[in-house]
């Protein structure tokens, strides 16, 4: 089934360790985003990569890198966690980055650092 | 600044209508979308407007109003399963996706 996958579903993290989300699709996407969704506030974009190779900053990247060495992966990756970093994570894709193209979302990754 | 506003939360009765508003704020505006999350899982595409007026889709209906920066979602013809929280979403100038914080609907038999 073409989507995009997540791993993994939820975690929960010890302050200070080193944590890798995965996030792989099957479209053939070029623009490919990572998103936190917090209680009561709206989805703030961390990273996004418009294209393999290409990768920019969103609203909230500190404390958070990323990679896009092909088309079809996107990891994000928590250095150091700290428990402001406790949230739901969602990968999203879109065909063509930097336009008003729709964005598909994976299901999610429940992170909780204590 | 940019700004979304919805309501956080509303409730209406199975078989009814219900208007889901949203008002945003974006430094340019290229087009608003809606999106349906039920809780728990991903939110997936509804709807998306770039031009005045109302856009039908079967039993949802989606308007936009750039001049006074506002866009509502219908639902017709309420089913349980529409219960879900809907998040509204404008582009800013600079191709990133500005999102509200979402309307929690609740569907009463």
């Known amino acids: 089934i073409a989507g995009i996958t997540q791993a993994p579903t939820s975690q929960i993290l010890a302050a200070g360790r080193r944590m890798t989300l995965r996030c792989t699709q099957d479209m053939r996407h070029n623009a490919m985003y990572w998103y936190r969704q917090d209680l009561g506030l709206g989805l703030r974009l961390i990273h996004y990569s418009n294209t393999a190779g290409t990768t920019g900053k969103g609203e909230v990247p500190d404390g958070y890198s990323v990679s896009r060495a092909n088309t079809d992966d996107f990891p994000l990756t928590l250095a150091s966690a700290v428990p402001s970093q406790t949230s739901v994570y969602f990968c999203?894709?879109?065909?063509?980055?930097?336009?008003?193209?729709?964005?598909?979302f994976g299901p999610g990754t429940r992170l909780t650092v204590l | 600044g940019q700004n979304i506003d919805q309501p956080t939360e509303m409730t209406a009765t199975e078989g009814a209508i219900v208007q889901i508003n949203c008002t945003y704020q974006?430094?340019?505006?290229?087009?608003l979308f809606w999106y349906q999350q039920h809780a728990g899982e991903a939110p997936t595409f509804l709807s998306y407007n770039v031009l005045d007026g109302l856009e039908e889709k079967g039993r949802f209906s989606s308007f936009l109003s750039r001049s006074k920066g506002y866009s509502y979602l219908l639902l017709k013809e309420l089913q349980m399963k529409d219960s879900a929280s809907y998040l509204c979403a404008a582009w800013d100038s600079n191709y990133q996706l500005i999102w509200g914080a979402g309307t929690k609907l609740i569907i009463k038999p």
């Open positions: 974006t430094s340019g505006f290229n087009g």
């Open positions: 999203a894709s879109s065909e063509v980055g930097g336009r008003t193209d729709t964005q598909y």
